[in-house]
């Protein structure tokens, strides 16, 4: 009887991590699914960017890797970015990445406009083709409400 115990223990175990191997995954592709998404909404202070962008962002796993996503605007500009999610999907992080010198002046627009909005944001919306953050703690607008509205196109 102690075999059948160990043995169901053991089967038990092993549906149970697979289960939750397989919720981390499904709950990561839910946060932000790659492709692209629009910015509605870009603001300081309750002040509209006048230029809003949108990103194409890359499958990833939100909870092993930093992922990745291109910041670009209908002139042609972009700029590369990381983003990562953390605190059970309470936080988002952006941050720009790439040269900040030999750039066309459509990709140095995008370039400053993400690096201005780059920054540890509270996910306030989370759906499954809207999501909405807020932050007051940017690399440009420190001190000031800065809020990113994405929706999934």
Not at 102 to 116: P, S, Y
Request: proline share 1%; glycine share 6%.
């Amino acid at each position: 009887m102690k075999k059948y115990s160990k043995l169901i223990i053991a089967v038990f175990s092993m549906a149970v991590l697979f289960t939750s191997c397989n919720k981390t995954k499904s709950t990561s592709k839910r946060f932000m699914k790659a492709g692209e998404w629009t910015v509605t909404e870009l603001s300081v202070d309750g002040v509209s960017q006048e230029e809003l962008p949108h990103w194409v962002v890359s499958d990833c796993d939100i909870y092993n890797e930093s992922c990745t996503g291109s910041w670009r605007n209908d002139e042609g500009g972009a700029t590369d970015f990381v983003w990562q999610v953390s605190n059970k999907e309470e936080s988002f992080t952006i941050s720009r990445q790439g040269p900040d010198e030999g750039l066309e002046h459509a990709d140095e627009e995008m370039a400053t406009q993400c690096f201005e909005f780059s920054g540890t944001y509270e996910v306030v919306e989370s759906k499954k083709t809207k999501m909405k953050f807020t932050s007051n703690t940017t690399e440009g607008f420190s001190g000031q409400s800065a809020i990113i509205t994405i929706e999934k196109e």
